[in-house]
């Protein structure tokens, strides 16, 4: 244990993009523009907002410039208090100006190249996201081309995005573990993070896209990393797929990152194991940090609202153990 | 992290006992003697077989003398593959010999009193729990008396224990926080276990009964609690209710605890958040042991084999995510 934390983390929201693209049922734009809302709501300040991929490969994120032009254009709802109504707030896209944030609020959207960049500059991005693997099958059928494949790729995206003074964040999967591959050495975690971050990624979130990873293999994957980019550009991201995310998350805080990736109850799932967990949910992460006395900005009530919102749009209960607590407490009354 | 681990861990399988006490259900004995068996089956080596407690206040318990004495009868059943039937092996109490433990197996048993003691004697008795609480709120509320007033009603309990010559575990619970007087102090808990270890107990079981510890506020108690109990005579006993149970079990095993109590599919619930999580699941520690090179003895698709079939019996599916995993991946077929 360290024996001081950092005072505050910051949380970034995946659920309406990591967590949405991996549910069955592709939802609507308005319900995905008022999920975003509402997180915004529950004091959340990073709320992925969309991919802009081709829907044919990802039905789940069709529309992702409407979503992303409508939760800029409005005011964002604020408050732990937030109606049912999903009605959605009149205007043309604000705040345009590149690099700022609208609200104080950051809506990154995942762009796989120039014309998914293009796109979303048009919808009002101010931050950006690539997509990189530390496996290189993992790549292959992913995103179809080798890891060097993808980083040239990467570099014309890049530098359009700086043109375009917009943030730049870059992801690595399977940075414990790959389907295909089995474990993955640290060394090729660190190879793809140093890569990214000389094509000038901002911010480099590491995905245990399968969840293997366990405290062990996830400080010994960041020790690696750390020798090529320092804690303060990495963001860790994690599957819970094993339960692990959590144990994960606190290891990671020990090797000075603050910045987490999370989906409000869970959402999502493991493409690579239906039915299996997914994100790690972000009340877990909120519940872990208020336990350490590290601020979040998030109002952890606010946010199993939302879990439980969005749960009831796609017909199941929040997978997350704290929801499941806090909506017990409130049913006994303690 | 520490550079070397243990070699191995024990997992003390609660299921039988703290799972299904706290699940609505009773379920009859016959099936009791068949999770038993099944958890042995998988490699279990310390299983929980009951509580010796009124069925008046404990229905779930009810039985737990036939319980024990059917386990302690027949030889379990051993290997991943067991079959669905529950027919009960035939023969009388075998293994009664003071403190030994039948084919290798242990099966403690709760015993909240003398009565409780001499009844699971008769029924062949190995090892016997007490249960105090770091909690005298909790304490009042559970075996309606003080703090004090337990340990000394355990002294004539440890003392016929001795006596018989049966191994003594005891519980102290709400180690971390209590549902009545929020967090309870290290020393609060480290007293406790003193007095329990001044009493004779061979082992002693921390209890985070409502899981609102932390890996911090875990490592404080524990911190507190080894500089009068060493780490060889502790155990950690993590509920799962907000999802931090495995994180605490990591941060308890860079403190040199080497015991833990799980339950198979998580069973059970929490008693003060009706709905909530209960036991961290056995799957999820067997996983994070396998996973960091640390032997259990048990075989983790016998494991989740049997969180399925003791799911079924409850006419729910496991609560573990290792256990959705893995099932997750035997029917994608990977």
Redesign the interface.
């Known amino acids: ?1 360290r024996t001081s934390w950092p005072s505050a983390v910051r949380l970034v929201e995946v659920g309406a993009r990591d967590g949405l693209q991996n549910e069955n049922a592709p939802l609507p734009v308005s319900v995905r523009v008022e999920l975003i809302r509402r997180l915004v709501g529950a004091g959340l300040k990073s709320v992925e907002a969309g991919a802009f991929v081709s829907p044919k490969w990802v039905p789940q994120m069709d529309g992702s410039a409407e979503v992303l032009a409508r939760v800029l254009a409005g005011p964002p709802r604020t408050g732990a208090t937030v109606g049912a109504a999903a009605g959605v707030v009149a205007g043309g896209v604000t705040g345009g100006s590149a690099g700022e944030v609208a609200g104080g609020v950051d809506y990154p959207v995942l762009v796989p190249n120039l014309q998914g960049l293009e796109a979303a500059l048009a919808a009002g991005a101010q931050t950006v996201a690539v997509f990189a693997a530390a496996s290189d099958t993992f790549s292959q059928r992913n995103i179809h081309c080798s890891i060097a494949e993808s980083l040239e790729r990467f570099r014309t995206v890049a530098g359009a995005a700086r043109t375009a003074g917009v943030k730049l964040r870059g992801y690595v999967s399977c940075v414990a573990g790959c ?1 295909y591959e089995g474990a993955i050495a640290p060394q090729a975690v660190a190879g793809v993070a140093a890569a990214l971050r000389a094509l000038g990624c901002d911010e480099i979130s590491l995905g245990d896209t399968i ?2 990873g ?4 996830i ?1 010994r994957m960041l020790e690696a990393v750390l020798r090529e980019v320092p804690a303060e550009r990495l963001a860790g991201h994690y599957h ?5 995310a ?2 994960n998350v ?2 990671s805080l020990e090797l000075g990152l603050t910045v987490f990736d999370a989906a409000v109850g869970g959402l999502g799932g ?1 493409p ?6 997914g994100n790690v ?1 972000t009340e ?1 992460l909120v ?2 940090f208020d ?2 006395g590290i601020a979040t900005g998030v109002d952890l009530e606010a946010l199993v609202d939302t879990a439980v919102w969005i749960g009831n749009r796609l017909g199941r209960a929040p997978a ?3 929801a ?2 806090v ?3 409130r ?2 009354g ?1």
């Open positions: 244990m389907p969840g293997t366990n405290p062990d293999s400080r819970d797929t094993y339960g692990m959590v144990a606190y290891a493991c690579y194991a239906p039915g299996a967990s949910a877990e519940w872990l336990g350490l997350s153990r704290v499941r607590a909506l017990a407490r049913r006994s303690h």
